[in-house]
């Protein structure tokens, strides 16, 4: 169990702090809830304690893991399918993991395809969101800006030399 002030991953979702623990009556079903604040974008999410294991929620890495991440961001993209319905589920299915290796392989190859070939509008949604979720869990665990966790990311995938 995840206690107030605790930095956690809420997968689809991204990375914030359990700002407390209430208990709601919701349709006749009181439960206790994490009321979670997620920095970016300034979002509040209610997640059922009783369920959040089930749903993947995780404390936040460590720096060093950012770091292991980071270093993944620049291996290149690796083999998606041709079909643009199989390779969408399979992106889906690996941000729904929570995990942050999973996140961070869909973030770098959606960034190296809309580079070469551009992307399908689900696909550039689907990238905004894995983005958004990496960029949280960077920003709790490293405490930088927003902005500067999209320039270490940018720098991963592209290197240091290359601007998007």
Same mark, same amino acid.
């Given at each position: ?10 997968? !689809?979702? /991204?990375?914030?702090? #359990?700002?407390? %623990? ?9 439960? =206790? ?7 970016? /974008? ?22 060093? =893991?950012?770091?292991?991440? !980071?270093?993944? !961001?620049?291996? /290149? ?12 589920? *399979?992106?889906?299915? $690996?941000?729904?993991?929570?995990? %942050? &290796?999973?996140?961070? *392989? ?8 809309? $580079? ?13 969101? @894995? ?12 405490? %930088? @800006? #927003?902005? =500067? @966790? *999209?320039?270490? %990311?940018?720098?991963?995938? &592209? /290197? *240091? @030399?290359?601007?998007?």
């Amino acid at each position: 169990m995840f206690e107030v002030g605790d930095k956690v991953v809420y997968p !689809m979702h /991204g990375a914030g702090v #359990i700002e407390r %623990i209430e208990k709601k009556k919701i349709l006749d079903d009181e439960r =206790e809830y994490y009321m979670m604040k997620i920095p970016f /974008g300034d979002m509040n999410v209610m997640i059922p304690v009783d369920n959040s294991e089930n749903i993947g929620m995780r404390s936040v890495v460590s720096d060093e =893991e950012i770091d292991a991440v !980071m270093a993944q !961001m620049g291996q /290149g993209i690796t083999e998606m399918p041709d079909n643009w319905n199989k390779r969408y589920r *399979e992106n889906v299915a $690996k941000l729904r993991s929570g995990d %942050i &290796f999973n996140v961070a *392989e869909v973030v770098r190859n959606l960034m190296i395809s809309e $580079k070469s070939k551009g992307l399908s509008t689900g696909e550039r949604k689907m990238l905004l969101n @894995a983005k958004q979720i990496l960029i949280s869990e960077m920003v709790l665990v490293r405490g %930088i @800006a #927003i902005e =500067e @966790a *999209e320039t270490q %990311i940018e720098d991963a995938v &592209f /290197g *240091e @030399a290359v601007k998007v």
